[in-house]
């Protein structure tokens, strides 16, 4: 009645009634779990059900339970008129979490390691949370827009094709996938391109693109160039590549490329992070005369220029200005894109076109970060992209995005006319709000999550010279929109200009 083992688990075992999981799991769990850290071993008999139900002041039935359990699982054998014996089977060696208080305090986890390793303020995490009903992002797409009828029919054509299987097994060369060659075909006709499949690399992500391009161009200390106001996801990226980041003046007409003539010689240029189309954050337009002009700069300086065009497809008034990269004549541009943002953020891919050399090396880190890809996606972007649906489905949510931004523009005439100056933006799902007198911005980020409306710390933007709000306003919808610019204007009001700076 008072065998070690019986008294063993009483200590061990602890079990709550009142939880969803049942009880005989619980117990389970924690007879695996003492298994495991080697105080039941192979061989060991478990007491009988009736001695064991005493111990735990449980059901006969419940221990019954437990043991067929254990059985199933493999980590005991019942043998008839014997008893319950361990097993310990040789494939079950992932830790099962025990319920028992007791049994987790005679190991814990180690919360730091025993050897030293690089930390990076870099890469901190920059995610805020918040319970506001209402939040401000930087120009991301609405999640509520995208097809989910249809995505669930395209998904399931895709898993019904009998290809995915040999590819997934395919171990001998073969020419470019159906993928690549839609997915050139459609730059080709969409931004001026005259590449091939040997000239484009997939990627899980523009980030992930952007990475793989940092770690084949830089080195520590190499001087890169990016605007005086950039992309801090970008900048992350190049400074935990070791880089030397030097900011060049951006104007009405874009980047100031006769300031980098000027403050820099050949040779001491890495490459220049430029957003053409519209820059990060400003939405700017870089003019066709600086363009030709840093074009000519990069092949006599000898420097590269990467060219981020993350929402090249959200175009309103007039046609697009093609890509840098599309009069590249010198090899000198690496285009970073995106495709599908019409679709779930997990059908959205990354794109790099630049020439065959680079990318044949990226396609190496490729390897090393992501051999396995996502051939679903490849097939359904690949469908979609021949049958036109993301041409058709792209036109469809620029309307929508289109009066959204009609809609805010008119609520910031309403409600902040002498106090923010804007430009319409000719594409893109932000706007740019500078305050014509400077606030604090951090205050009316507090005052505002106050009244229900979240303004992250990536937006906003406040120096000696700067006191502006990159303002997204694609996932919003009209009547949310007014909500958020009242809600604002509410919180100017508390703020105020005579609340000074932080």
């Given at each position: 009645m008072n065998s070690p083992v019986s008294n063993l688990l009483q200590q061990l075992i602890q079990f709550e009634k009142k939880t969803s999981q049942p009880v005989y799991i619980q117990i389970a769990q924690q007879i695996i779990n003492a298994i495991q850290r080697g105080y039941l071993s192979k061989g060991t008999a478990l007491p009988g059900t009736r001695v064991l139900s005493?111990?735990?002041?449980?059901?006969?039935?419940?221990?019954?339970?437990?043991?067929?359990?254990?059985?199933?699982?493999?980590w005991v054998e019942i043998i008839p008129n014997k008893g319950t014996f361990i097993l310990v089977p040789e494939q079950a060696t992932a830790?099962?979490?025990?319920?028992?208080?007791?049994?987790d305090q005679v190991y814990q986890y180690p919360?730091?390691?025993?050897?030293?390793?690089q930390t990076s303020f870099n890469l901190a995490s920059t995610l805020q949370t918040t319970k506001a009903e209402y939040s401000i992002n930087d120009g991301n797409p609405d999640l509520t827009l995208h097809p989910v009828h249809e995505f669930s029919r395209w998904y399931s054509a895709a898993m019904k094709r009998k290809s995915l299987i040999s590819k997934w097994n395919q171990t001998t060369a073969v020419s470019y996938s159906k993928f690549e060659t839609q997915l050139c075909n459609y730059l080709n006709a969409t931004r001026g391109f005259h590449i091939k499949p040997k000239n484009l690399i997939s990627t899980r992500s523009t980030e992930m693109s952007l990475y793989i391009v940092s770690q084949l161009l830089i080195k520590p200390k190499d001087v890169i160039l990016v605007g005086h106001l950039s992309n801090y996801a970008s900048n992350m990226i190049f400074q935990q590549a070791g880089a030397d980041i030097?900011?060049?003046?951006?104007?009405?007409?874009?980047?100031?490329?006769?300031?980098?003539?000027t403050h820099f010689i050949k040779g001491s240029i890495r490459f220049i992070y430029i957003c053409a189309h519209r820059h990060y954050p400003t939405t700017v337009t870089l003019s066709a005369e600086r363009r030709l002009k840093l074009l000519e700069?990069?092949?006599?300086?000898?420097?590269?220029?990467?060219?981020?065009?993350?929402?090249?497809?959200?175009?309103?008034?007039?046609?697009?200005?093609?890509?840098?990269?599309?009069?590249d004549g010198n090899g000198v541009v690496v285009y970073l894109g995106k495709l599908g943002q019409s679709l779930f953020p997990s059908f959205q891919t990354g794109f790099v076109v630049a020439p065959e050399s680079l990318i044949s090396e990226a396609k190496n880190y490729l390897q090393l970060l992501d051999k396995q890809g996502d051939m679903i996606q490849e097939q359904i972007l690949a469908e979609l992209i021949h049958e036109g649906e993301i041409y058709r489905l792209l036109k469809k949510n620029i309307v929508t995005y289109k009066e959204r931004r009609d809609c805010l523009c008119e609520h910031l005439?309403?409600?902040?006319?002498?106090?923010?100056?804007?430009?319409?933006?000719?594409?893109?799902?932000?706007?740019?709000l500078r305050f014509n007198n400077?606030?604090?911005?951090?205050?009316?980020?507090?005052?505002?999550?106050?009244?229900?409306?979240?303004?992250?710390?990536?937006?906003?933007?406040?120096?000696?010279?700067?006191?502006?709000?990159?303002?997204?306003?694609?996932?919003?919808?009209?009547?949310?929109?007014e909500t958020a610019i009242k809600t604002l204007k509410t919180a100017y009001d508390i703020v105020g200009p005579a609340s000074g700076t932080t």
């Amino acid at each position: 009645m008072n065998s070690p083992v019986s008294n063993l688990l009483q200590q061990l075992i602890q079990f709550e009634k009142k939880t969803s999981q049942p009880v005989y799991i619980q117990i389970a769990q924690q007879i695996i779990n003492a298994i495991q850290r080697g105080y039941l071993s192979k061989g060991t008999a478990l007491p009988g059900t009736r001695v064991l139900s005493q111990k735990l002041k449980i059901h006969r039935n419940t221990v019954v339970a437990v043991y067929d359990e254990l059985a199933s699982q493999g980590w005991v054998e019942i043998i008839p008129n014997k008893g319950t014996f361990i097993l310990v089977p040789e494939q079950a060696t992932a830790p099962i979490k025990a319920t028992a208080h007791q049994i987790d305090q005679v190991y814990q986890y180690p919360k730091t390691t025993g050897f030293p390793f690089q930390t990076s303020f870099n890469l901190a995490s920059t995610l805020q949370t918040t319970k506001a009903e209402y939040s401000i992002n930087d120009g991301n797409p609405d999640l509520t827009l995208h097809p989910v009828h249809e995505f669930s029919r395209w998904y399931s054509a895709a898993m019904k094709r009998k290809s995915l299987i040999s590819k997934w097994n395919q171990t001998t060369a073969v020419s470019y996938s159906k993928f690549e060659t839609q997915l050139c075909n459609y730059l080709n006709a969409t931004r001026g391109f005259h590449i091939k499949p040997k000239n484009l690399i997939s990627t899980r992500s523009t980030e992930m693109s952007l990475y793989i391009v940092s770690q084949l161009l830089i080195k520590p200390k190499d001087v890169i160039l990016v605007g005086h106001l950039s992309n801090y996801a970008s900048n992350m990226i190049f400074q935990q590549a070791g880089a030397d980041i030097k900011t060049i003046p951006v104007d009405e007409n874009g980047l100031d490329v006769d300031y980098i003539r000027t403050h820099f010689i050949k040779g001491s240029i890495r490459f220049i992070y430029i957003c053409a189309h519209r820059h990060y954050p400003t939405t700017v337009t870089l003019s066709a005369e600086r363009r030709l002009k840093l074009l000519e700069l990069a092949k006599t300086y000898k420097f590269a220029i990467i060219e981020d065009d993350y929402d090249y497809d959200f175009q309103y008034n007039g046609s697009a200005m093609l890509p840098m990269a599309s009069a590249d004549g010198n090899g000198v541009v690496v285009y970073l894109g995106k495709l599908g943002q019409s679709l779930f953020p997990s059908f959205q891919t990354g794109f790099v076109v630049a020439p065959e050399s680079l990318i044949s090396e990226a396609k190496n880190y490729l390897q090393l970060l992501d051999k396995q890809g996502d051939m679903i996606q490849e097939q359904i972007l690949a469908e979609l992209i021949h049958e036109g649906e993301i041409y058709r489905l792209l036109k469809k949510n620029i309307v929508t995005y289109k009066e959204r931004r009609d809609c805010l523009c008119e609520h910031l005439t309403t409600y902040f006319k002498n106090i923010i100056t804007w430009e319409k933006p000719s594409g893109g799902l932000a706007i740019w709000l500078r305050f014509n007198n400077k606030i604090s911005l951090v205050k009316l980020a507090e005052a505002s999550e106050k009244l229900n409306l979240f303004l992250p710390k990536t937006i906003l933007y406040q120096d000696k010279d700067t006191c502006a709000i990159r303002f997204g306003f694609g996932q919003l919808n009209e009547e949310e929109l007014e909500t958020a610019i009242k809600t604002l204007k509410t919180a100017y009001d508390i703020v105020g200009p005579a609340s000074g700076t932080t």
